[in-house]
């Protein structure tokens, strides 16, 4: 079935609304560096200052400007995000692919290594290394991916079984293509629905693991992090900085990952009749 | 007695017969046939010392040679010893004289009897050969066509020649008329021992009136042999040909043309410019007439040859065997069709032989060779059209992209040439070859188009094999007519082998030359299409008969009786025929007349 998801996706309303969010996201991670007037990590001797008219979102506790932190923060989880968000699902491509083209002993062998994996729980693994190694934002993508590909090599594996049965493969096949041609040609582009869901699953779950993280305080102290910012902002939880300190923060990282779920809901509903159809019967009463 | 060797006839710089090479028994007919301006009449004429160009080589006659015999002597051979009954029966009369008179003439003019004796063995000679009485003292103009074809038959008899050259003397009768002179010569060839050269395109008249035949294209004989045996089995491509185009009530496959016009060629095979297995030798050299198996052929290539061969091939699935141990000849521009119920193994066989599955036994050629492993080079010989063309089309590639796919897999030619032929092969399968319609997407195509872009794809690598898998099963009638006639046409003007799979018995029989009846992973019976239609020997193909579709309403009851236990004949559990036998044992395919068929009862049912 020929379904056009960019139009599906822009014709729902949670769609357009998570489109929206997250190109504000986009937008301000950006032009963070214009929009901030200070430098986020910078140091001063005004501390817990309330906003005011120099600093919008006041100070914190070692003079930081809270606005500047808060319009960096939006790289750091855009980064983490994306970076998820492309390793898991290059991971999960990978060996999920892999497992359904070569099958046999091979995909039997993977399949209950996946299982194996699946039981572990990714945020006890990384509080653990944590206790080891300091993660900055790089090895916590690495960290936080390679703990979370299985679901997703499950998904792309059946899809392939699926994929390569069909019969314009086999007629691909008939004109002498070779398994790469295949691979690039056909399965590639008809797996990209369930990449890019993918993608947005792991990249959304990767924000939220980071945040998690950090607000336990497992971050790297250099990062302009909204998750460490809300931890930093709870020790002074009798002060009156949650208003400009921990709120703006966290409706921030709500907002992001409202924006990638809704992505997200909407795509699904687009790929899925089932919910398709229940969508298009809300519409019509 | 009559014998040509060598004889060349050539008109100025026009040579119009090579070669020939003709040998005629007292007592024997001989039909030379093959289509208009191939040289039959200018053959007649020159046997007779009539044709007015150069003649080169010997014919002789009962060891005379008469190309050097003076013109005079050869006044008294004619008609005497060689008469001939001259093709377009409105000019061969005299319209001025009576018939009795034109059928005394060669008497008189020979003096063997005088005028009145003459008369009365003319008057013996149209009753024999049927003229009504009344008719005698006619003119030509007041006779119908079959009278004159009569009269012109006593005139050739007039002298009681050894010889009669006949020159198309069935053409231009309706039926009955020709059966009613083909009987005439038969009867007169029984009475009289007459040796007999017939000249004609008419097969019927040569299958009735032939004891061998041999066939003429463009001044040289391609193909010679017993009569019954060449009509049946044809091994020249043009001698299929004919019989192709020839309307009867023997073939059941739609008529087929030859692609192309005749041509006297001075290099290379005459036939090679319309025929669909030339390979590069056919252009250079002209082939000899060689005895190949019981038949003088002129061909490099030995004849049709077989496309390809499946040999004992099985597949099993698991501990299912899909397929047990078949057996197929498809030759070069035929259509074998492979019919059978749902889950008789036929598109395993057809997957098998394009390599999607790979045979757990047995052995596969393809022109001769042993197919060992499928590269590119294979896929460009063999091509499969699939069931379901949506699926079969990714949803994703438009028309020009999917078309083009074979192309780009095989990396053949740059860019714009493979457009080009993208576009080139969208015309030849009769769909628009305009941007727009290469820019659409499969599900904005109907069933029919999608069909046809399936076919294009097929057919874009110019493969000798095509495979085609219930192409029109998923197609309206009207539909699937234009699609069948469509590939039809495409075997002509190609000479593509085609392995068709259906499981419509009345489709099968309009397309192909051959039908082999599949039933649970076995061929039960094999043969040409109009005998297993007309007399089908297994109890299995004469169920699928009754149940292929008829306009006419009749009720009918197929037996159904699941008990299989898996061994014996595959059919033996709904046979109505089955004994205790053909529960235990596996019936082998065996020839019987010129089908094959796997049955236990074919004997005792033969002597019924």
Redesign the interface.
Same mark, same amino acid.
């Given at each position: 079935?020929?379904i056009n998801y960019w139009r599906e996706l822009t014709r729902s309303n949670f769609g357009k609304l998570g489109l929206v969010l997250l190109c504000l996201v986009l937008v301000i991670a950006i032009f963070a560096p214009f929009l901030a007037r200070y430098d986020p990590g910078e140091p001063s001797l005004s501390i817990l200052m309330p906003p005011s008219f120099a600093h919008l979102l006041g100070t914190n506790d070692i003079g930081q400007d809270i606005w500047s932190r808060l319009l960096c923060g939006a790289k750091n989880t855009l980064l983490v995000a994306l970076g998820v968000g492309v390793f898991t699902t290059l991971l999960s491509t990978v060996i999920g692919a892999s497992a359904a083209l070569v099958g046999g002993l091979y995909d039997r062998i993977l399949m209950r290594v996946i299982d194996a994996l699946i039981v572990i729980p990714a945020f006890i693994v990384i509080i653990l290394v944590a206790a080891y190694v300091l993660p900055n934002v790089w090895t916590l993508i690495f960290l936080i991916s390679i703990l979370t590909w299985q679901g997703g090599a499950r998904l792309v594996r059946a899809q392939t079984l699926s994929l390569k049965e069909?019969?314009?493969v /086999?007629?691909?096949?008939?004109?002498?293509?070779n398994k790469l /041609?295949l691979v690039i040609r056909?399965i590639i582009?008809?797996l990209s629905p369930i990449l890019f869901a993918v993608f947005i699953h792991s990249a959304t779950r990767g924000v939220f693991m980071e945040a998690g993280l950090a607000f336990l305080g497992i971050a790297d102290i250099s990062t302009v992090s909204w998750g460490l910012m809300m931890h930093h902002a709870l020790r002074f939880y009798y002060l009156d900085v949650w208003k400009w300190w921990l709120i703006p923060t966290g409706l921030a990282l709500s907002v992001t990952i409202m924006a990638l779920v809704f992505i997200g809901h909407a795509f699904e509903t687009a790929m899925d009749p089932r919910l398709r159809k229940m969508e298009q019967e809300d519409w019509q009463c | 007695m009559l014998e040509l060797r060598e004889l060349e006839v050539s008109y100025g710089k026009r040579k119009v017969l090579h070669g020939i090479n003709l040998n005629l028994k007292r007592g024997e007919s001989l039909a030379i046939v093959g289509g208009s301006g191939g040289g039959k009449t200018t053959l007649g004429l020159s046997i007779m010392g009539l044709v007015e160009g150069t003649i080169r080589g010997e014919i002789l006659l009962d060891g005379k040679n008469l190309v050097a015999v003076p013109e005079k002597a050869l006044r008294k051979i004619r008609w005497n010893q060689i008469a001939m009954v001259f093709q377009n029966v409105e000019n061969a009369l005299n319209p001025v004289y009576t018939v009795l008179d034109q059928v005394s003439e060669p008497i008189v003019a020979h003096n063997l009897r005088d005028r009145y004796d003459a008369k009365r063995r003319a008057e013996e000679l149209m009753k024999m050969v049927n003229l009504p009485e009344g008719r005698f003292l006619a003119y030509p103009h007041q006779l119908s066509g079959g009278e004159k074809q009569r009269v012109l038959i006593a005139m050739a008899l007039a002298n009681d020649p050894d010889l009669i050259i006949m020159d198309e003397p069935t053409t231009a009768l309706d039926a009955l008329t020709k059966v009613e002179i083909i009987n005439l010569i038969r009867n007169m060839c029984n009475e009289r021992e007459l040796t007999i050269l017939l000249l004609t395109h008419d097969l019927y008249a040569a299958s009735m009136l032939s004891d061998r035949m041999a066939v003429l294209y463009a001044g040289r004989i391609l193909e010679s042999g017993f009569t019954p045996a060449l009509l049946s089995n044809p091994r020249h491509p043009y001698t299929r040909g004919l019989i192709r185009c020839y309307p009867n009530m023997t073939t059941t496959k739609d008529l087929q043309g030859i692609k192309g016009m005749m041509d006297f060629l001075d290099t290379g095979c005459p036939f090679h410019p319309r025929c669909t297995q030339s390979i590069g030798i056919c252009r250079e050299k002209a082939p000899k007439l060689e005895e190949n198996d019981g038949r003088f052929i002129a061909c490099h290539r030995g004849g049709i040859i077989p496309l390809l061969e499946v040999r004992e091939v099985s597949k099993t699935f698991d501990s299912v065997k899909a397929i047990d141990s078949i057996d197929l000849t498809l030759y070069e521009g035929e259509t074998l069709a492979l019919v059978g119920e749902s889950g008789s193994g036929k598109t395993t066989t057809a997957k098998t032989v394009?390599?999607?599955f790979e045979a757990t036994e047995g052995q596969m050629y393809l022109e001769g060779e042993r197919i060992l492993g499928?590269?590119?080079n294979?896929?460009?010989s063999?091509?499969?059209i699939?069931q379901?063309p949506m699926?079969?089309?990714?949803?994703?590639l438009s028309v020009q992209e999917a078309v083009r796919?074979?192309l780009d897999?095989?990396k053949q030619g740059n860019r714009e040439q493979r457009e080009s032929m993208v576009r080139h092969i969208l015309e030849e399968v009769e769909l628009p070859s305009t941007q727009s319609f290469m820019n659409k997407?499969?599900?904005q195509l109907s069933q029919g188009e999608a069909q046809r872009v399936?076919i294009a794809?097929a057919l874009i690598?110019n493969p000798k094999l095509l495979i085609a898998d219930e192409p029109t099963s998923a197609l309206d009638a009207s539909t699937q007519a234009k699609v069948v006639k469509l590939l039809l046409n495409l075997q002509e003007k190609r000479g593509i082998g085609m392995l068709f799979i259906t499981h419509n018995l009345a489709l099968a029989r309009k397309i192909s030359d051959r039908l082999a009846v599949m039933l649970k992973g076995n061929i039960v019976e094999e043969g040409p299409s109009n005998e297993l239609i007309s007399s089908p020997l297994h109890p299995y193909t004469k169920d699928l008969l009754k149940a292929a579709p008829t306009l006419s309403a009749n009720v009918l009851v197929v037996p159904t009786n699941n008990k299989n236990d898996g061994q014996g004949c595959p059919y033996a559990n709904r046979c109505s025929k089955a004994t205790e036998v053909c529960f235990k044992e596996k019936p082998k395919l065996r020839s019987c007349s010129s089908h094959r068929v796997a049955c236990m009862n074919l004997k005792p049912e033969k002597e019924e």
């Open positions: 079935m020929h069909r019969m314009s /086999y007629a691909a096949r008939t004109f002498g293509a /041609y056909h582009p008809d | 394009i390599g999607l499928r590269d590119k294979f896929y460009q063999v091509q499969m699939f379901n699926e079969a089309l990714s949803h994703r796919e074979p897999i095989q997407y499969p599900h399936g794809r690598l």
